[in-house]
């Protein structure tokens, strides 16, 4: 069943409850106030009957006479009353019948105690008013004198006549119950419509989020749960935007990469398969031997390098690695790289400076903190030609701050957001030359400066060099941060 028509069944179901309870009650409520006028009035009747009743001085009873109330009878037919007496030994002396009509032996008990009889129906009763083709409510009353029972008198009407207030309570409530459902649609429908029209928007929009539309927002005013409902969903959406967009990023960014890949690889296998096939048909002269085979080594340690950069930043990514952190000279290492790697600078007329006091302690896994400055040199010789490069240390409060800075090409600030992220390069036209790295470097050095509780920051503006800073915390001071 469809949720509008859920929704009309509920409101309709809790009117005609509503309506049900009311003209119940309100019938219930007219039944018993119209048996109960009809009782007082005969009652009354029948006390006035008691005050005329004249006495017979031959035997001492009570007497009404017929005459009196044939004619009391012929009065009140218009309000359709009838009367029945009984003298003190329960036999009806009025109206006069071939029968001999007595009263039943317990209703009789009941009238010597001086109670009233109030009969609702004389065809369910068993005391004798005989069975009538219309049945008849009224009372039986007492006629006690000197606390001598003398004879009783029943005033009743046809109970059609009594139950007509209640006929029409009982048609009014018909009319209710027909109103009220004619309404109640009415109503249960607009309603219903106005809250399944916003469950309706909201799946309409969820079909175009799952079709891949990630610009839907849905409009609303009120503050109820279908409202909150549609806030989360637009807050949703947008979340779903942003990871679309960064998933395609990262998509972008990972087939540029396999591309560098490719590239990068296919140079040392062209290289070290051309080498091969001269040594294999003889093309190579004996004397350049030395050096093809020493131009193998170069390019089979470079595709080593490349395929040990992935594996090496996914365990440092996935926490794979463990650090053995001591204190050490960082001096030392700053020293050392700038020696290794001053060849490399050479070849594009780079100079390395280091600028650091002769003791420069600092707490950290000295492997990979010659890796970190080993990749944040590299890559500034990457993006530097004809400059200089500044390898600065110093203390800091708990801890060891170094400097990488260069006058390179430098970076926009678009950028920069995304240096430390897996495959970015800054200057991808550097891999098509040659002079390019894997794109993997700053991120493994992000992820191991992470590990050891430091931190890293970068500035750098285009055509202005870049200053990239990294701070390795002492023991005990180191700031973990969770992603």
Not at 235 to 257: G, H, P
Not at 311 to 332: C, G, H, P, S, Y
Request: hydrophobic letters at 35%.
């Amino acid at each position: 069943m469809k949720l509008i028509y859920q929704h009309m069944l509920s409101f309709l179901l809790i009117i005609l409850t509503t309506v049900a309870i009311i003209g119940y009650s309100e019938i219930l409520y007219v039944t018993n106030q119209s048996y109960s006028q009809n009782y007082q009035r005969m009652e009354d009747y029948a006390s006035a009957l008691g005050s005329l009743a004249t006495t017979d001085k031959k035997n001492g009873t009570y007497l009404l006479n017929s005459e009196f109330l044939h004619q009391l009878e012929f009065i009140l037919h218009g309000d359709d009353l009838h009367i029945r007496v009984f003298d003190s030994k329960s036999k009806q002396i009025y109206p006069k019948t071939s029968e001999d009509l007595h009263l039943a032996s317990d209703v009789l008990g009941i009238l010597k105690q001086g109670q009233e009889i109030r009969i609702k129906n004389n065809n369910d009763s068993h005391t004798y008013l005989g069975h009538t083709k219309d049945s008849c409510t009224g009372v039986l009353v007492p006629w006690i004198s000197d606390h001598q029972f003398i004879g009783a008198v029943w005033i009743g009407a046809r109970v059609k006549n009594v139950e007509k207030p209640i006929t029409m309570a009982k048609q009014n409530l018909v009319n209710a119950l027909i109103i009220a459902l004619m309404v109640g649609l009415g109503l249960s429908f607009a309603l219903a419509y106005y809250t399944t029209n916003k469950i309706k928007r909201l799946t309409r929009a969820t079909q175009k989020v799952a079709a891949g539309n990630f610009e839907v927002q849905l409009e609303y005013t009120g503050h109820d749960e279908i409202d909150q409902l549609a806030a989360n969903f637009n807050q949703m959406v947008r979340t779903l935007k942003q990871s679309d967009n960064e998933i395609k990023k990262q998509e972008k960014r990972r087939d540029q990469f396999l591309a560098d890949a490719a590239h990068e690889m296919r140079t040392p296998l062209t290289t070290i398969n051309g080498i091969l096939e001269g040594l294999q048909y003889n093309a190579i002269p004996e004397e350049s031997k030395p050096k093809s085979i020493e131009l193998m080594q170069r390019e089979t340690k470079r595709l080593i390098r490349l395929v040990n950069e992935n594996l090496d930043f996914e365990k440092i990514r996935n926490n794979q690695i463990l650090l053995t952190k001591t204190e050490f000279n960082a001096t030392q290492i700053l020293n050392d790289v700038s020696i290794q790697l001053s060849h490399n600078a050479e070849k594009v007329n780079d100079r390395i400076k280091v600028s650091a006091p002769s003791d420069l302690p600092i707490y950290a896994d000295q492997d990979r903190f010659t890796q970190i400055i080993v990749n944040l040199v590299q890559n500034a010789i990457q993006f530097t030609k004809k400059g200089k490069i500044m390898i600065c240390g110093k203390r800091v409060d708990h801890g060891t701050e170094i400097s990488v800075s260069d006058n390179g090409i430098g970076m926009s600030d678009e950028q920069m957001k995304y240096i430390f992220e897996r495959f970015f390069k800054a200057d991808p036209s550097r891999v098509r030359d040659g002079s390019g790295e894997s794109g993997l470097g700053l991120s493994i050095v992000s992820s191991l400066i992470k590990q050891h509780g430091g931190k890293i920051t970068v500035k750098s503006h285009p055509n202005q060099g870049a200053i990239f800073t990294i701070t390795i915390f002492d023991k005990g001071y180191e700031q973990y941060i969770t992603d």
